[in-house]
Nanobody, 118 residues
């Protein structure tokens, strides 16, 4: 129903910034809560941020509050994760997700690698 493709990952020095994009296809995009998750090697996948269908409500993990900003452009079927003041601890594969109304992620992108060096 929803297909997601992430882009924008890469290698950046600590303190730098990256902007991840998630392009969505499917008629239900505008109705979906969109989220970002990440998974570091040998770690469980963890929640990073989510945004409501209209973009008016956002939630962030404590570890990224004040540094990451999630937004969406429904006209372009795209959600963005702006990541500033990156830390080596942010190194992970980042996944975009489309959520069910109860907040459960259902559809996933392929993931994009973010590596933050010292």
């Amino acid at each position: 129903q929803v297909q997601l493709v992430e882009s924008g990952g890469g290698l950046v020095q600590a303190g730098g910034s990256l902007r991840l994009s998630c392009a969505a296809s499917g008629r239900s995009f505008r109705t979906n809560i969109m989220g970002w998750f990440r998974q570091a090697p040998d770690k469980d996948r963890e929640f990073v941020a989510s945004i409501s269908s209209g973009g008016g409500v956002t939630h962030y993990a404590h570890s990224v509050k004040g540094r990451f900003t999630l937004s969406r452009d429904n006209a372009r079927n795209t959600t963005y994760l702006q990541m500033n003041s990156l830390k080596p601890e942010d190194t992970a594969v980042y996944y975009c997700a489309a959520h069910l109304p109860d907040g459960t992620p259902r559809y996933w992108g392929q993931g994009t690698q973010v590596t933050v060096s010292s």
